[in-house]
């Protein structure tokens, strides 16, 4: 079955540590995006890829890192510059993310949720 | 500015009565229109979007939602809520690109025996 897969469910961090997210997706959709899920403000965008080894900031990149070498894969990496990383995790992704598309509904992973020990 | 607003946090209903969760929103062009359903600790699923033409929109699991451009709104309704529609509920506006798409903060539905 196609569909996104997040990895893992659960992940705990220590204090000043980076932690890799990982996001695999087997849909063949160029676009990517990673949300972040705290309670009470909805889904708010990390970052986003249109396309293999191109990506963008958005509304709260800072802490935050990914990578697109693979048009399947689309790892977050959370920081230690992150200052408040304890989060849902989501990850997305679009049949097409430019142009007037009508293939901008996104699919998601099941989340990974990350804890700040 | 582009947003969305859910006016409610958490809406109980009894089951087997009629559910509408409201959305509003304000973009500055023709939007497209979302709504997602999330479980606990699980991923969205797309329940129904609005792109053009008829502005009452079928999606599944029984929910309908209905576009009216002339109050920016775009309610989610289901005639008959059972059990298992217990989860939180999004409505999310997009233009070109799921990269643009917005989210409201989400209203979580409870479903009392």
């Known amino acids: 079955d196609g569909g996104i897969t997040q990895s893992p469910k659960y992940l705990f961090r220590k204090e000043g540590q980076n932690v890799t997210l990982s996001c695999e997706q087997n849909l063949n959709h160029d676009a990517m995006y990673w949300y972040r899920q705290d309670p009470g403000q909805g889904l708010r965008l990390i970052y986003y890829s249109q396309i293999v080894n191109d990506f963008q900031k958005g509304d709260i990149a800072e802490g935050y890192s990914v990578s697109r070498e693979k048009k399947e894969s689309f790892p977050l990496t959370v920081t230690s510059a992150q200052k408040n990383p304890t989060a849902f995790y989501l990850c997305a992704s679009?049949?097409?993310g430019t142009g007037g598309s009508r293939n901008a509904e996104a699919f998601f992973g099941q989340g990974t949720r990350l804890t700040v020990v | 500015a582009q947003s969305v607003t859910q006016p409610d946090i958490h809406i109980t209903v009894s089951e087997g009565a009629s559910l509408e969760l409201r959305c509003n929103y304000s973009y500055g062009?023709?939007?497209y229109l979302f709504w997602y359903v999330q479980s606990p600790g699980q991923g969205l699923q797309l329940l129904l979007k609005y792109f053009s033409g008829d502005t009452l929109v079928q999606g599944?699991?029984?929910?309908?939602?209905?576009?009216?451009?002339s109050q920016s709104s775009f309610n989610l309704r289901?005639?008959?809520?059972?059990?298992s529609d217990a989860a939180e509920y999004f409505c999310a506006v997009g233009g070109f690109g799921g990269f643009k798409t917005i989210f409201g903060a989400g209203t979580r539905l409870f479903v009392k025996a």
Do not use: C, N
């Open chain 2, 78 to 83: 289901k005639p008959s809520v059972h059990w």
């Open chain 2, 29 to 31: 062009a023709t939007p």
């Open chain 1, 94 to 96: 679009s049949r097409e």
């Open chain 2, 60 to 69: 599944i699991k029984g929910f309908e939602a209905e576009f009216k451009r």
